[in-house]
């Protein structure tokens, strides 16, 4: 019940609302106030055809560009207890075929790798449509899907500004290694360079893109990760030819190894990374003449530089 004001009775009195009819009716002279009123709230009923099946669902799916029919089209299902009248029409639907069947099964990988990877859904709408596109030059015939979905993630996640290495996606993959992702990459690239005449862009990486995720695998402290961003800025200004993970992997070294708390071992940076050791400790010798310029000094001074091991030629 509410308040509200009623002409016959010139003053605020209780309403009570009856939903089966839509009326609002005063409960001190029964004057209907509004009749055939819509009630605008959440229609959580039961559509389900057996009573002990609870399934409050009112909606069907997001309307998704990227397919034919929009994610719209009727599908007839045969449910446990169907009887044989849904099982002929479901039969009769699936005989029809549905273009739309391969696309939709890429789409589901796309997210399951996604959400694995913990990335944004900017990403995944990115990914599912560069293989949208993929789909129709009608050249994702006989490859092997999950390297071809793996390759959409990695440029999309460069595109967006959120790189991810070759190995933490390979990590995520069971059907494709990381040489069979890294062609299948530069197949679409070769192939939407086709389509649009150039070639794609795919965002340039720096060293800087993986710092947060790599620091926050080695639990890092924020003073400790605010000196490995400082350093990796500083390090941009010497000819340093390494990769960007490379270097970020190899300035978080450096810095461990001045941390006061607790210093991880090569090892753990590594995996936290995905470089391996020799290409750290290769990328470590390139930086530590430079150390005492790039390191902050307000984190280390030239007299703490001294406990930097030195790298063997």
Same mark, same amino acid.
């Given at each position: 019940?509410?308040?509200?004001?009623?002409?016959?009775?010139?003053?605020?009195?209780?309403?009570?609302?009856?939903? $089966?009819?839509?009326?609002?009716?005063?409960?001190?002279?029964? #004057?209907? &106030?509004?009749?055939?009123?819509?009630?605008?709230? $959440?229609?959580?009923?039961?559509?389900?055809?057996?009573?002990?099946?609870?399934?409050?669902?009112?909606?069907?799916?997001?309307?998704?560009?990227? &397919?034919?029919?929009?994610?719209?089209?009727?599908?007839?299902?045969?449910?446990?207890?169907?009887?044989? %009248?849904?099982?002929?029409?479901?039969?009769? +639907? /699936?005989?029809?075929?549905?273009?739309?069947?391969?696309?939709? #099964?890429?789409?589901?990988?796309?997210?399951?790798?996604?959400?694995?990877?913990?990335?944004?859904?900017?990403?995944?709408?990115?990914?599912?449509?560069?293989?949208?596109?993929?789909?129709?030059?009608?050249?994702?015939?006989?490859? /092997?899907?999950?390297?071809?979905? %793996?390759?959409? *993630?990695?440029?999309?996640?460069? +595109?967006?500004?959120?790189?991810?290495? =070759?190995?933490? *996606?390979?990590?995520?993959?069971?059907? %494709?290694?990381?040489?069979?992702?890294?062609?299948?990459?530069?197949?679409?690239?070769?192939?939407? !360079? =086709?389509?649009?005449?150039?070639?794609?862009?795919?965002?340039?990486?720096?060293?800087?893109?993986?710092?947060?995720?790599?620091? $926050?695998? #080695?639990?890092?402290?924020?003073?400790?990760? !605010?000196?490995?961003?400082?350093?990796?800025?500083?390090?941009?200004?010497?000819?340093?030819?390494?990769?960007?993970? $490379?270097?970020? %992997?190899?300035?978080?070294?450096?810095? /461990?190894? &001045?941390?006061?708390?607790?210093?991880?071992? &090569?090892?753990? *940076?590594?995996?936290?990374?995905?470089?391996?050791?020799?290409? *750290?400790? /290769?990328?470590?010798?390139?930086?530590?003449?430079?150390?005492?310029?790039?390191?902050?000094?307000?984190?280390?001074?030239?007299?703490?530089?001294?406990?930097?091991?030195?790298?063997?030629?």
């Amino acid at each position: 019940m509410s308040d509200t004001y009623c002409t016959d009775c010139k003053r605020n009195t209780e309403v009570v609302f009856d939903h $089966s009819a839509g009326d609002t009716v005063c409960s001190e002279c029964g #004057l209907v &106030l509004e009749s055939r009123s819509i009630d605008e709230t $959440s229609e959580w009923r039961t559509f389900a055809d057996e009573s002990g099946d609870h399934d409050p669902n009112r909606v069907g799916g997001p309307v998704n560009p990227l &397919l034919s029919d929009a994610a719209l089209s009727t599908v007839i299902s045969r449910g446990g207890n169907g009887s044989a %009248a849904d099982a002929s029409l479901a039969r009769l +639907q /699936n005989r029809g075929g549905d273009p739309d069947r391969a696309i939709v #099964l890429a789409f589901k990988t796309i997210s399951n790798m996604a959400d694995r990877l913990s990335l944004v859904t900017t990403i995944k709408d990115r990914a599912s449509e560069i293989y949208k596109r993929l789909e129709d030059q009608k050249c994702t015939r006989g490859r /092997n899907l999950e390297a071809l979905v %793996a390759a959409c *993630i990695y440029i999309a996640c460069r +595109q967006e500004g959120k790189p991810r290495t =070759v190995k933490e *996606i390979c990590s995520i993959v069971a059907g %494709a290694t990381k040489k069979e992702i890294g062609r299948a990459k530069e197949f679409i690239v070769k192939q939407l !360079k =086709v389509e649009m005449g150039q070639s794609m862009e795919m965002g340039t990486i720096h060293a800087g893109d993986y710092l947060r995720r790599f620091c $926050s695998n #080695l639990g890092m402290s924020n003073e400790e990760v !605010k000196a490995v961003q400082e350093t990796v800025q500083k390090s941009g200004d010497f000819d340093i030819r390494r990769s960007p993970i $490379s270097i970020a %992997a190899a300035i978080i070294f450096m810095i /461990n190894q &001045l941390s006061a708390d607790s210093k991880k071992p &090569l090892r753990d *940076i590594s995996i936290a990374t995905t470089v391996a050791e020799g290409t *750290i400790k /290769n990328a470590y010798k390139d930086l530590h003449p430079h150390a005492a310029k790039i390191i902050p000094e307000w984190y280390a001074k030239e007299r703490d530089l001294k406990n930097l091991s030195c790298p063997r030629s």
